[in-house]
């Protein structure tokens, strides 16, 4: 049972590594056995990080890594293939959140938020299926959250953005499929972030939310190690095309009861 977990001889990719969950996703994949390439647009930020890795006895090969490029995107997978010779799995976690009501939402502010949190998933994913697909094997995660299912006040583009992402995914798996890649999301509620932790500030917003989540407290980050191992290992083979919502139960719409 231990060897369906065991990521040893994978290479994986995670983009958006310089903090946040991303740094998470990757050393829990390190720690199950891969190595990594890490990417960020700043590479300079790496650099703790891959020693990090390198001190659990795996590889990092950090790349600079802008996902509103095309030609940063190519030339991630050719450093790759360059390194390893292949490409095993994809994290698609690079991501942003542009907080304003929907009445102050500019034009650039859309673009920026799908261009980013959209666009460059998808990009990213068709550059490494063209190596998956010469191998007949792949995982490609895309980092969704609860919005991909669930709506919320100020976040219109951002939530617009995750639906596309839950979309796309779908389209994915089903064409990626018969070349033995499967594609699903792994969808985070509330974890604190650089991107959101001005909310948490808010004692009396972190209480609202906390009563909402059934599991009674927002998520710590290794909450998600389990499940980006999963869908990254042969544990997931037949799974493909889903979202697993990691929340703590927040998207069931259950609330505890006020005694």
């Known amino acids: ?46 650099t703790d990080f891959k020693r ?3 001190s659990l006895g795996r590889k ?91 709506g919320m006040e100020g976040i219109a583009a951002y939530t617009a953005s995750r639906s596309g992402v839950l979309g796309m995914t779908r389209s994915l798996a089903a064409e990626w499929g018969r070349y033995g890649i499967t594609v699903n999301v792994l969808a985070p509620g509330w974890f604190k972030t650089a991107q959101n932790a001005v909310l948490y500030e808010n004692t009396e917003w972190v209480n609202y939310i906390t009563h909402r989540i059934p599991l009674n407290r927002p998520g710590q980050p290794h909450d998600l190690d389990g499940t980006v191992v999963f869908l990254a290992s042969d544990a997931s083979e037949y799974i493909t095309g889903q979202i697993i919502l990691v929340d703590g139960g927040f998207t069931t719409g259950a609330t505890k009861a006020i005694i």
Do not use: H
Not at 123 to 131: K, L, P, S, T, Y
């Open 1 to 46: 049972m231990e060897n369906l977990f065991d990521l040893t001889g994978k290479v994986a990719i995670v983009t958006g590594t310089s903090r946040g969950l991303g740094r998470y996703f990757a050393g829990a994949l390190a720690k199950a056995g891969a190595d990594l390439v890490i990417t960020s647009r700043n590479l300079s930020s790496l």
């Open 52 to 54: 990090e890795i390198e």
């Open 60 to 150: 990092a090969l950090p790349v600079q890594l802008d996902v509103l490029s095309q030609s940063d995107i190519e030339n991630m997978v050719r450093l790759t293939i360059e390194e390893y010779g292949k490409v095993d799995i994809l994290v698609n976690n690079a991501g942003l959140n542009i907080r304003k009501p929907t009445s102050e939402v500019s034009w650039q502010d859309w673009d920026t938020v799908l261009n980013t949190n959209l666009r460059g998933s998808f990009f990213c994913a068709q550059a490494v299926a063209g190596e998956m697909v010469k191998r007949n094997y792949g995982r490609i995660i895309n980092v969704g959250s609860c919005t991909c299912v669930f």
